[in-house]
């Protein structure tokens, strides 16, 4: 999806049912589809028009090729589960229900912008304060899931939607808990898209106990791709690399990942120590709870704030005592005065 301002997304959403053509496909009874938005393994979304409410929607619709057992069940459970997480943060599925052939669809608030994927693919690394404000909303809307005891379990680029605002930075929507699963709160219902040891999730954002096969994870694993996602986008480097996913699981079960300062010395200390903490293997060693992650995450903002004030009065202190300083000399100064 292409990036849109918000007062385009408003006239084209209020033109999209103010200019119906005839002979659209119509899911339901209800839904008159528009065109595709986003194709993925064995799903499509199509933008619609729900003409009961008068409002352009998102709606994923099965393809032929995916019409069998497993992504059925993950269709059904995502409505579900996704159903319940009720979080400006998390993509609200408004409706489920089933096309007359019996395979299911969903219908999802209609998003303009673009995936977080989309966003490092177009800029490759993000501004340390963008980075904050990415993990703080992911951060949050996750908090609302793991409450309820849900758990998403292949958090990633693709499943991150940035959508622009025209106050503040923008917002960001979680998509796809198609793979999600509950806690022990919920009685597990994932026998059918998983069995012991099978590996489910991405892997170059999967956590180490999830590479390994374990079944006996918890929220752990969504903090720990946040984490690396963070790494990413700070660095514009994945954490972990190979040639074929396999490569990519041993590497994230043996190998360490390069301390961020070391990719780029201008990281922010106080946001590289949020990280390191969030990605390590032993998940014992990561935040228990997004509400710490998150908590964190606005410790090292608060940081980052002061060392820009400081640096800030710094270089008008050495322009007013010497307005003739030369600039290398006031980068330099200002750097001995920075605050970590």
């Known amino acids: 999806m292409g990036v849109a301002k918000s007062s385009d997304m408003?006239?084209?959403?209020?033109?999209?049912?103010?200019?119906r053509p005839h002979s659209l496909p119509i899911v339901a009874g209800r839904y008159e589809l528009r065109g595709e938005i986003a194709r993925g393994g064995c799903a499509t979304v199509h933008e619609a028009v729900d003409l009961v409410h008068r409002r352009v929607v998102a709606i994923k619709v099965l393809h032929q090729k995916g019409r069998d057992a497993a992504p059925a069940e993950r269709l059904a459970r995502e409505a579900r589960l996704a159903a319940r997480i009720l979080h400006p943060n998390v993509c609200p599925v408004l409706d489920a229900g089933r096309h007359e052939d019996?395979?299911?669809?969903?219908?999802?608030?209609?998003?303009?912008g673009e995936t977080l994927r989309a966003r490092l693919a177009r800029l490759r690394r993000m501004d340390p304060e963008d980075c904050i404000e990415l993990g703080v909303q992911m951060l949050s809307g996750l908090e609302a899931a793991h409450d309820l005891g849900v758990l998403h379990r292949d958090m990633k680029p693709e499943n991150v939607f940035?959508?622009?605002?025209?106050?503040?930075?923008?917002?960001?929507?979680?998509?796809?808990?198609?793979?999600?699963?509950?806690?022990?709160?919920?009685?597990?219902?994932?026998?059918?898209?998983?069995?012991?040891?099978?590996?489910?999730?991405?892997?170059?954002y999967m956590s180490p106990e999830q590479a390994g096969g374990r079944r006996d994870f918890d929220q752990r694993v969504d903090l720990y791709s946040v984490g690396i996602m963070l790494y990413e986008a700070l660095s514009g480097t994945r954490a972990f690399q190979g040639s074929d996913p396999r490569s990519v699981l041993v590497a994230v079960l043996t190998k360490k990942i390069p301390p961020l300062r070391s990719i780029d010395p201008n990281i922010p200390f106080a946001l590289e120590r949020v990280i390191v903490r969030a990605t390590e293997r032993d998940p014992r060693a990561r935040y228990a709870t997004a509400g710490e992650f998150?908590?964190?995450?606005?410790?090292?903002?608060?940081?980052?704030?002061?060392?820009?004030?400081?640096?800030?009065?710094?270089?008008?202190?050495?322009?007013?005592?010497?307005?003739?300083?030369?600039?290398?000399?006031?980068?330099?100064?200002?750097?001995?005065?920075?605050?970590?």
């Open 102 to 112: 019996g395979s299911p669809f969903l219908v999802m608030e209609r998003l303009y």
């Open 294 to 340: 998150l908590h964190d995450l606005l410790e090292a903002r608060t940081s980052l704030r002061r060392q820009r004030a400081h640096r800030a009065i710094a270089s008008e202190t050495i322009r007013t005592v010497s307005p003739f300083t030369d600039l290398a000399d006031l980068d330099a100064t200002t750097r001995q005065l920075n605050v970590r």
């Open 10 to 19: 408003h006239s084209a959403a209020r033109s999209h049912y103010s200019e």
């Open 162 to 204: 940035i959508v622009p605002q025209e106050t503040g930075p923008f917002t960001v929507k979680i998509l796809d808990f198609g793979m999600c699963r509950g806690t022990a709160s919920i009685p597990l219902d994932d026998r059918t898209l998983t069995v012991a040891g099978t590996v489910v999730g991405t892997p170059e």
